[in-house]
T-cell receptor, first 115, second 114 residues
């Protein structure tokens, strides 16, 4: 099956610093990648959608200058949380979809804790 | 936009029993319906999906049914095992569209007791 990896799996940082999370599709080319945020006991909240080589499309209420997304290749997307604050602490999950536009596969998630 | 309702929010069953989770969707144009299983601290895992041209799909102990007219679809797990305990999410999307995104239900926490 299709595999999506994320790095790091968890990160703790100080308030005001920036954190970068990587998402890779290991065995398929991801034309579209998605970034989600999930709070405890809640569903997945889509933050942004990115197509390779294009600017990301952000969902309403998501600050594009705070959550920088880069999708430079068909196998790699990055999410940078800039000037992180405690309220940014959450579980961030990436997802990837290939050329078929059908199945969408998720990474294992990254637990971000901002002190 | 699409709206997906999922019920129940929690479901407790005894090992060996069947479990059924139901979802309804609002956009009749949606034609792709995946189900994901999420274990604690992990990302969602695609367990089964169904396209709108099919009414039912099975994969071992898991089955999904779709009623396009009523706009609802269900996940059926038979002979449940403790390792089936997890949160299950249904979703809906317009298939074969590079610009559409999954709309998720709120999730069902399934607890299978030994």
């Amino acid at each position: 099956g299709a595999v999506v990896s994320q790095h790091p799996s968890w990160v703790i940082c100080k308030s005001g610093t920036s954190v970068k999370i990587e998402c890779r599709s290991l065995d398929f080319q991801a034309t579209t990648m998605f970034w989600y945020r999930q709070f405890p006991k809640q569903s997945l909240m889509l933050m942004a959608t990115s197509n390779e080589g294009s600017k990301a499309t952000y969902e309403q209420g998501v600050e594009k200058d705070k959550f920088l997304i880069n999708h430079a290749s068909l196998t790699l997307s990055t999410l940078t949380v800039t000037s992180a604050h405690p309220e940014d602490s959450s579980f961030y999950i990436c997802s990837a979809r290939g050329f078929s536009y059908n199945e969408q596969f998720f990474g294992p998630g990254t637990r971000l804790t901002v002190l | 936009g699409e709206n997906v309702e999922q019920h129940p929010s929690t479901l407790s069953v005894q090992e060996g029993d069947s479990a059924v989770i139901k979802c309804t969707y609002s956009d009749s144009a949606s034609n792709y319906f995946p189900w994901y299983k999420q274990e604690l601290g992990k990302g969602p895992q695609l367990i089964i999906d169904i396209r709108s041209n099919v009414g039912e799909k099975k994969d071992q102990r898991i089955a999904v049914t779709l009623n396009k007219t009523a706009k609802h679809f269900s996940l059926h797990i038979t002979e449940t095992q403790p390792e089936d305990s997890a949160v299950y999410f249904c979703a809906a999307r317009l298939r074969n569209s590079g610009y559409s995104t999954l709309t998720f239900g709120k999730g069902t926490m399934l607890l299978v007791s030994p």
